[in-house]
Structure formats: C-alpha cells, structure tokens
C-alpha cells in the first residue's frame, strides 16, 4: 500500500524522522570520552522531563525491567505492598510484585476510573503497624484511557502520616501528560522509551527519590542487573557498568532536544487538545468513551466501547493501513483504542480520526458521520 503507514496504538509510537537520523550513526566506543560526553548530556537533561533534580537511571529493557527494578531495589521478601485494579497494566504490575515474593493487597476496580485517593487514605490509615511498605499507581492506565491523579493521592497519602513509598508507573504518560516527581513527591518513578518520548522500544527508566534511595539500602529482595547503585557509580562518570543501548542513546539525547525546543508545557497542552478533539469525535458518532471521570481523561490515548472491536480494527488496518489499539485482558473484543501520544499533529489526528469513521461505517456500526466534524471544530481552536 502506497503513503504511510498510520501506527495509532498507544505505543510504540511514530518515532520522529529526526530521532532516525539521529540513530542512524557508527556505534562508538562505549568506554571512550565520546560516549561519557553523550551520557552526561542526557543526564542533564532527563530529569526535566519527570520534574526531578533526582538521578534517572536508565535501563536497556522495556518498561516491564524498569516495573521490576523499582520493587526490587526498595523492597524485601513478603513486604506489603498495596496496588489498585484500574486496568490491564496494573493487573501485570500485581502479577510480577506476587511472582517476586511480596504480599500484594489489590484493590479490585471497575477497568473504568483510576485509583481513588480516598481509598489508599482507607488502606493506609486500616495499617496502624504500617506493614505496607509501598502504593503502586499507574498513572497512565493505557488499557482504558484514565489516569489517575497522583498529586491528590500523594496528599492523601501524607494526610494519614503512613511512611509507604509511593511507586508510579509513567510508561504511558510520560512526556505527554503532566507530571512532576519531585514536586508531587513519588519515590520512583517507572517510564519507558516507546510510547511519550517518542523512541523505539528498549529503553526504562526508574527516577529515583531520596527516600526510595535510603530504602534501597535496606531492601533484600535480590537484585543483580536491576540493581540501581552499580549504574548511579557508573553514571556518575559519564558510563554504564555493562554495554548500553548507544543508538537508542543517540535516539534519547535528540528527543530530549526536541521535547526541550517545543517546551514540556506546550507538549502536554498539545495532547490534552487532541485527546479532547478525539472525544469530541467519539461522542459525535454516538459512541461511547470507557474513561467516565472527566478528571481522569487521558491525553496519550481514547478507547471506544463497542462491540465487535476487533473486526472493526481489522477492516481499518486493511483497508486504510492504520493501526489501532486492541482491548486487552477482559476488554478484550469490546474497545479499541485510539493513540494520541508522542510525534503527532492535528492533520496526523484529523487523518487518524477520519480512517476512524470510514472504518467503524464499512463495518456497518450505525454512527453520526458529523463525529469528524466535531473534531474538526474542536482542532480549530487553540
Ligand atoms: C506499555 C506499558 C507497560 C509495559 O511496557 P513494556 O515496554 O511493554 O514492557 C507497562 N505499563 C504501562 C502503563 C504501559 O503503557
């Protein structure tokens, strides 16, 4: 099929032709003087990206790496740790803290509202002999398209005076929806490379605040690998303490130029209007959005309720080259989701959004055609 291909799942993302060229070049000696230049340029400029004046270690691993080094390095055998079902990925994040040896309190949900911060204020003010070590939020849930708001969480969390770290997986909203570790005080931080920061898969990161810092000096799960301090020694001088991603580097060190030039808050503001023109299309075809809590929309991403989801995705894929997200875990067949996260523009959405429509009609689902429309008038806005 001639013309692009339009890769609308929420993550990987498009990655930008500049980040290509930017990897298109000779590996070079990982121990050498260029390569410290590289790695302490990108250290400099990570943090800004999470809100932290706090190290950023960088791992060459997907984000599932950087799930498992933010429990291994804070936590220890049978620890209590409380998360919330809001969705797919946090299921997952359950699943592996169960396999590492924690005691894991889940909180069930309804895969369409993000955590409560009232109800961690319940679980931690209930645990008077503060056995829970640690909270686990995804901030971004990229199963369901709702977020979940931190900040709040975090207050809530100080409100009952309980000394559990606060975990926060970013890997769907970094570097697309607000966010600031250091300022909303989460201990670590979880994002990866593919979806917000626009790279190719293969790179996580924890950031990592003092207290998760302090913690991981008494944890005992086993760590090698995921261990943080041998890469913080490393990183100091400009290295890693085995060989790194170089080209996903070079990817790194050119997004963050681009992110840095087009400015963290305009970025932020540019997904929020296009997930708003994305719902406005939603609505406008009389379909329904899953999010329900309009405090918890999410700018990376949408997912539509309707049924036969996964036809639908088929016959866009075929007909019109476009990808988009399934329905995962027991969303399975009954939404599909809309990308709207990393290189993207209100021509990329208005093209996404109309194979959208064309798509959900040869399918025979009984939409408004005013839904691209009203997207439209919403993209005419600033
Ligand atoms: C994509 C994603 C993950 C999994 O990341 P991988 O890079 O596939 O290991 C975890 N959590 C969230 C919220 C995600 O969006």
């Not at 800004?48 to 997907?62: C, H, M, N, R």
């Not at 309980?162 to 931080?189: K, M, Q």
Request: charged content about 20%; some cysteine; hydrophobic content about 45%.
């Amino acid at each position: 099929m001639s013309g692009r291909h339009f890769l609308q799942i929420p993550g990987p993302t498009n990655t930008p032709d500049r980040v290509l060229r930017a990897m298109a070049a000779p590996t070079i000696d990982h121990r050498g003087p260029e390569f410290a230049e590289l790695t302490l340029g990108i250290l400099g400029s990570l943090g800004a990206v999470f809100g932290t004046t706090q190290p950023v270690v960088i791992y060459p691993a997907s984000g599932t790496g950087a799930w498992e080094a933010a429990l291994v390095n804070t936590l220890s055998p049978s620890d209590r740790v409380v998360c919330f079902e809001t969705g797919h990925f946090a299921t997952l994040w359950r699943e592996m803290a169960v396999r590492l040896g924690l005691e894991v309190d889940f909180v069930p949900g309804d895969w369409r509202h993000g955590v409560d911060p009232q109800q961690v204020a319940d679980k931690l003010t209930a645990d008077a002999e503060h056995a829970v070590k640690a909270v686990l939020v995804v901030h971004n849930e990229t199963s369901t398209g709702v977020t979940s708001r931190v900040a709040e969480i975090r207050r809530a969390i100080d409100a009952t005076g309980h000394p559990a770290l606060l975990l926060v997986d970013t890997i769907s909203s970094l570097a697309s929806i607000d966010y600031r570790h250091d300022e909303w005080g989460v201990d670590v931080t979880v994002a990866g490379s593919q979806k917000g920061l626009m790279l190719p898969p293969g790179l996580s990161f924890n950031a990592i605040g003092p207290k998760a810092l302090e913690a991981a000096k008494q944890a005992r799960l086993r760590r090698s690998f995921w261990d943080w301090q041998p890469i913080l020694d490393a990183n100091s001088r400009g290295f890693f303490p085995y060989t790194p991603a170089t080209h996903l580097l070079y990817g790194l060190h050119e997004a963050l130029r681009m992110l840095d030039e087009e400015g963290l808050p305009q970025v932020f503001a540019r997904h929020q209007r296009h997930a708003e023109a994305t719902r406005a299309a939603v609505r406008g075809w009389g379909l329904e959005v899953l999010a329900v809590d309009e405090r918890e929309y999410s700018g990376s991403l949408t997912a539509v309720s309707v049924p036969d989801a996964d036809r639908i995705r088929a016959l866009i894929l075929d007909r019109y080259h476009l990808s988009l997200g399934s329905g995962l875990g027991r969303l399975a067949g009954r939404v599909f989701r809309i990308g709207h996260l990393g290189d993207f523009n209100d021509v990329m959405l208005a093209g996404t959004l109309a194979g959208v429509q064309m798509g959900l009609a040869a399918s025979g689902v009984p939409i408004d055609p005013g839904g691209i429309t009203a997207a439209l008038d919403r993209l005419q806005r600033p």
